[in-house]
């Protein structure tokens, strides 16, 4: 069974530029959650998605955006590049709001220079 | 707000040793759950253990188990005859309770902790 993917594994964007990464989760999983992993700063809640709808988000601005599709794959936006944003994108899935298992994917490294 | 803690920040441990990761929470929610993650210098995070609070024996997973302490709010990890692949940083983490939705899956993570298996 394949587990949580993530594409691209590396991506280089200059600052004011938009990213785009994207997320597969596992088959069956509907609930879908991106973290950001700066150096330094630990991992940090950004968004959560479940059957469709935006379930929640975490302290970030509103450049940060995404959305899941029906076929439960998700897509993290992030625009006006900053340097700051430079970071690891983990993608996690879960089988709904209940399950006691998350897994994550590899991540997206998403350097700005 | 509930909250995570882990207290080593770097730790070295022969191979074949036993070795214990501490990690203590905070939360006034009587449900809650916690995991265990390792992660690799290549970024992924990998999925290792998991203990309910309702739970009545401690998780075990392989060479690696859980030792939960409901009144202490602790649950360290310990990893049984360790390995030199074992190298890698682990995060603690906590089922958050979020927009009232009973189980819902935002995780809080602590600082983590670097191991490091020596030959």
């Known amino acids: 069974e394949a587990g949580v993917t993530q594409s691209p594994t590396h991506l280089i964007k200059t600052r004011g530029q938009q990213a785009t990464l994207r997320c597969s989760p596992i088959?069956?999983?509907?609930?879908v959650y991106w973290y950001q992993q700066a150096l330094g700063l630990g991992l940090q809640f950004l968004l959560w998605?479940?059957?469709?709808?935006?379930?929640n988000r975490g302290n970030f601005p509103p450049r940060f955006s995404g959305r899941q599709f029906p076929n439960y794959s998700s897509e993290l936006n992030v625009n006006a590049l900053e340097l700051e944003d430079s970071a690891l994108y983990l993608c996690?899935?879960?089988?709904?709001?209940?399950?006691?298992?998350?897994?994550f994917g590899e991540g997206s490294w998403l350097t700005v220079v | 707000a509930q909250k995570i803690t882990q207290t080593q920040p770097g730790m070295f441990v022969q191979e074949k040793e036993a070795v214990t990761l501490d990690c203590t929470y905070d939360?006034?929610?009587?449900?809650?759950?916690l995991f265990w993650y390792k992660q690799p210098s290549s970024g992924e995070m990998i999925f290792l253990i998991y203990?309910?609070?309702?739970?009545?024996q401690n998780a075990t997973e392989g060479r690696y188990s859980l030792n939960f302490q409901k009144a202490r709010k602790s649950a360290n990890l310990v990893i049984s005859a360790s390995q030199l692949g074992d190298s890698a940083m682990y995060f603690c983490?906590?089922?958050?309770?979020?927009?009232?939705?009973?189980?819902?899956?935002?995780?809080?993570f602590g600082q983590g902790t670097r191991l490091t298996i020596n030959p």
């Open positions: 996690a899935s879960s089988p709904g709001v209940t399950g006691n298992t998350i897994y």
């Open positions: 088959s069956g999983h509907t609930s």
């Open positions: 998605y479940d059957e469709g709808e935006e379930r």
């Open positions: 939360t006034s929610d009587p449900s809650y759950g």
């Open positions: 203990q309910g609070s309702y739970d009545q």
């Open positions: 983490a906590m089922r958050e309770k979020t927009n009232g939705v009973q189980g819902a899956q935002k995780l809080v």
